[in-house]
């Protein structure tokens, strides 16, 4: 199984963690990131979104060449995911997308903690495309950058969990922690709360290895 994340940003210490989740879902896996050196150092919003859609569909081919069985594009506002999709010849998933559809398939309503205010109408509208609006919350923001969350002080994480409470105290039966950065934070918040916390990195790994075991079985 080989899979290629495709970090959008310029954190080289992000597409670590990420790709130290997803090995940790799928250990026998050839797992690979890939770091936008000269993006932004976060997405935060769809201007930088949109700069970082040429690097993204760049990558394509590269990441066929090394023989990818998936893509995912590893940011949460699933940057570029509709031009990559279509230029790929095998599965690809944001990381946004597939943690909705994690969500929805095991609770009633869901709600995305988010990083910063204006990356909320991009989650919102990403929901609504994908048909969740009805069994999800109103996006919340926690007020911090990507980098703050992942670097993940005690502070940081005291006000994550405020906010998951809020949440939860709102009807959210998951939560789903909407930035890359949070990934390696989620079993630390996850128990803290009875509440479900969903990561999109460990979502789209997980989908991403369906997906590549359907089309090995329709191939064989």
Request: with cysteine; hydrophobic share 45%; charged share 20%.
């Amino acid at each position: 199984m080989r899979i290629v994340f495709m970090n959008p940003n310029s954190s080289s210490s992000m597409t670590e963690s990420i790709d130290a989740t997803a090995q940790d879902v799928f250990p026998e896996a050839e797992i690979v990131g890939w770091t936008n050196t000269t993006g932004p150092a976060t997405i935060e919003g769809p201007v930088d979104g949109d700069a970082v859609v040429p690097w993204l569909t760049d990558m394509v081919p590269t990441a066929a060449d090394w023989g990818a069985q998936a893509m995912i594009v590893a940011c949460f506002d699933d940057t570029g995911l509709a031009e990559v999709r279509a230029r790929a010849q095998c599965p690809v998933l944001g990381i946004g997308q597939a943690s909705y559809h994690f969500a929805a398939l095991q609770g009633t309503c869901f709600a995305v903690l988010t990083s910063v205010d204006v990356a909320i109408p991009v989650l919102e509208g990403n929901i609504r495309q994908n048909g969740f609006a009805e069994v999800s919350l109103p996006v919340m923001a926690c007020g911090l950058s990507p980098q703050v969350l992942e670097d993940g002080s005690d502070a940081t994480l005291a006000r994550v969990r405020t906010r998951i409470d809020d949440l939860e105290a709102a009807g959210a039966d998951s939560i789903i922690l909407g930035c890359a950065g949070t990934s390696r934070h989620r079993e630390i918040l996850q128990r803290t709360t009875k509440v479900r916390l969903i990561d999109g990195v460990r979502a789209a790994t997980w989908l991403a290895g369906a997906l590549i075991a359907e089309r090995t079985f329709q191939a064989s």
